[in-house]
């Protein structure tokens, strides 16, 4: 009903409308600095209208809901950029660890090491029976070890770094996705649609998720009436309203999909990528095929002969693969290989979402050699930035050390192993095991680190007294029992078949210990190596300067640097005669130093360089990824910025527009009281004209 008594229930509601928007600004104003709170505002509704003779009349306001000013598409677009900046972030921070680690701004680096090691070389040419010349060489080399080894000790400090990083995230995830999913309940339970909106809860929520977003590439899903689903980008459920599922960290492992085979694939030791292994052929042990791709089966590894099919064998037969990081074997089972079965050998820490406790899926971030991303995988976030620096940036720069240290000691060695120093030799053991001795040299399973550069052809050999005088030089017969010299071919020939053909010359005694080759001369008799067309001295490491293949195994052979009059300066001539001041060797050595050789890496393939120019390369790809990832983090940040800004400018507090409200809300009430005092004087006279 219209009247003079509806004024009052017109001015409380006002009261009551002025009184909320009142507080809600105050409430405003003193979260002004609050981290995550959005500015809030009372929606104010007209009343009832009620049809009087006059016409329809207002029966005052409502407060009818407390809402939350925030741009939900901005936050997505937000979500989206931070994750971007966050990895990029992340990743140049780490890259610059390793800037600091390969600093050749000072004139001490490694690449000096280099220079000065071959520059001792070219000394020796000089003076070849200087003993001094020869100190000093020894002390450079193990100068340069010194650099490489501990080049990838502080690689392997970064990579360890990077594996606890992030394990860290992987809790914080965890703990974020509880959270969110928790909060999602209390806003379900506490929210009415249309007037009542728990909005400091979503506050808090909008704050974890842009957290997990740091953390991780994610999508968030707004189902509407406080619910959110949030994702992966490949898919994974993270958060489904009061449900969330865990990510784990863990070790090495090997993930089968096979069709029937219940044996298992192993593997020893390690490597920066994933590597997939596919059954071609399938079979018994021995008999079943296999091919492995470190790029998701894109490509297929190869070695120098271009043979990308192993077989699948035990572990007395196990095989190395191409790249020499792993050596794999199957274990038998009641069923054979078949196939299509796939083996994902993830050989170091990675990331797992679970569905269930019996239901996991990798999804550690992964880019291929090639550069592509696996967006199958985590992309973006503090986790994207962490496993990428960690896989593909340090396990690149590792196999380009690694490739660099090869190749150094293969030709060092390739040169060393045919020529001859001041005294000659009365025994030498290989410095390379070879771990079956009964299948050829240059086959997968026989384990010898060089076997890719093994060549058909022969090498010489002579035989001296203990005075120095020339007995017999001789080539290897590498099979005794068909007539004439046969020579040496790595694809049919094994350590075995190399031991008899050393043995079989006269005044030498040829053993296998532990995998490797042991010559000995007989008593009174002493031997020199000539031209060596096979590269058997160089891969088994007989008469070698150098001993390893990567950097963390580099040394100078123990022979050699306990003995410098070892060192080979000189060369036995087509006559077998060695000649004391003879230089050939150490010239050839230090012209080394500007030839071009092969390098070989998963990630470059096969380039022709100096050794220098090599770790030049090396150092200057270490520079211009820093850089790349500065760029990157610059450009997202001011995109992420930019996207925050604009979010700030719907959600954020300003006090000067909250105290024009508040001024505002105080006159609404104040005229507010004014209707109810007008209404009151109102009443009074009709009631004073009634007595």
Not at 516 to 531: D, I, K, N, Q, T
Not at 640 to 653: N, P
Request: glycine share 10%; aromatic share 8%.
């Amino acid at each position: 009903m219209v009247g003079i008594t509806s004024l009052f229930e017109i001015g409380k509601r006002s009261l009551l409308a002025s009184q909320s928007a009142i507080q809600v600004t105050g409430n405003n104003i003193s979260n002004a600095n609050t981290e995550g709170y959005s500015r809030q505002r009372v929606r104010l509704e007209d009343g009832l209208y009620i049809n009087t003779a006059p016409g329809q009349i207002g029966t005052g306001v409502y407060a009818a809901e407390v809402l939350r000013d925030f741009d939900e598409f901005i936050e997505v677009q937000y979500l989206g950029k931070s994750s971007e900046f966050l990895r990029w972030d992340t990743l140049k921070a780490r890259l610059q660890d390793v800037e600091g680690a390969f600093n050749e701004a000072n004139t001490e680096g490694m690449n000096t090491a280099l220079a000065r090691f071959f520059a001792d070389w070219q000394q020796l040419a000089v003076r070849p029976d200087d003993n001094n010349v020869r100190t000093a060489l020894l002390a450079d080399a193990q100068n340069l070890q010194i650099y490489l080894t501990g080049a990838d000790v502080r690689l392997n400090q970064l990579r360890a770094q990077a594996d606890a990083m992030l394990a860290d995230d992987v809790t914080i995830i965890n703990g974020l996705l509880r959270d969110i999913a928790q909060l999602n309940i209390a806003i379900l339970a506490q929210e009415v649609p249309g007037s009542i909106n728990a909005n400091g809860l979503r506050d808090q929520r909008a704050t974890l998720v842009r957290q997990l977003a740091e953390k991780m590439d994610i999508v968030y899903i707004d189902n509407g009436g406080g619910n959110v689903t949030i994702t992966t980008k490949a898919g994974q459920s993270l958060v489904s309203r009061g449900e969330y599922f865990e990510l784990q960290v863990e070790g090495p492992q090997v993930i089968a999909d096979v069709a029937v085979f219940d044996g298992s694939l192993q593997f020893s030791g390690e490597s920066n990528h994933e590597y997939l292994v596919e059954v071609v052929t399938g079979g018994a042990l021995g008999v079943a095929q296999f091919r492995v791709s470190v790029d998701g089966g894109r490509t297929w590894l190869a070695d120098e002969n271009g043979n990308s099919i192993f077989t699948a064998a035990g572990y007395a037969n196990r095989v190395t693969l191409p790249d020499d990081k792993l050596t794999v074997w199957f274990t038998a089972g009641t069923q054979n290989l078949q196939a299509g079965d796939l083996f994902q050998i993830v050989p170091h820490k990675g990331v797992y979402w679970y569905e269930n406790s019996s239901s996991k899926m990798n999804i550690t971030p992964r880019i291929f050699p090639s550069g592509q991303e696996d967006e199958s995988r985590i992309t973006g976030g503090s986790i994207a930035g962490i496993c990428g620096f960690r896989d593909f940036y340090v396990g690149r720069y590792s196999e380009k050390l690694d490739a660099l240290v090869k190749t150094l000691v293969w030709e060092v060695n390739r040169i060393h192993s045919q020529g001859t120093g001041l005294d000659p030799l009365t025994a030498w053991t290989a410095s390379n095991p070879v771990r079956n001795n009964g299948v050829p040299l240059g086959g997968a399973d026989s384990g010898l680190v060089y076997r890719d550069r093994l060549a058909a052809g022969n090498l010489s050999i002579s035989v001296y007294t203990d005075t120095g005088q020339l007995l017999h030089t001789v080539g290897l017969d590498f099979d005794g029992l068909t007539p004439g010299q046969q020579n040496f071919n790595p694809l049919v020939h094994t350590l075995e078949d190399v031991r008899a053909a050393f043995d079989a010359v006269s005044g030498l005694d040829a053993t296998i210990v532990d995998g490797r080759l042991r010559l000995v001369a007989a008593p009174g008799r002493s031997f020199a190596f000539g031209a060596d067309a096979t590269g058997l001295l160089a891969a088994l490491g007989i008469n070698t300067f150098f001993e390893g293949s990567r950097a963390r195994d580099l040394r100078v052979v123990e022979t050699i640097g306990s003995n410098p009059d070892l060192i080979a300066s000189g060369h036995v001539n087509g006559a077998g005669e060695r000649q004391r001041g003879d230089n050939a060797t150490a010239i050839a050595m230090a012209a080394l130093q500007n030839t071009k050789v092969q390098f070989r890496t998963t990630f470059e393939g096969k380039v022709l360089q100096t050794i220098q120019d090599n770790y030049a390369a090396f150092v200057t790809l270490v520079g211009a990824d820093v850089q790349n990832a500065s760029f990157n983090q610059s450009y997202h940040k001011t995109l992420a910025d930019e996207l925050a800004r604009r979010q700030d400018e719907i959600a954020g507090v300003n006090l000067d527009e909250e105290m024009t409200n508040l001024i505002k809300f105080q006159h609404a009430y104040a005229a507010a009281a004014k209707l109810i005092s007008t209404s009151d004087a109102m009443i009074q006279t009709l009631l004073a004209m009634k007595n």
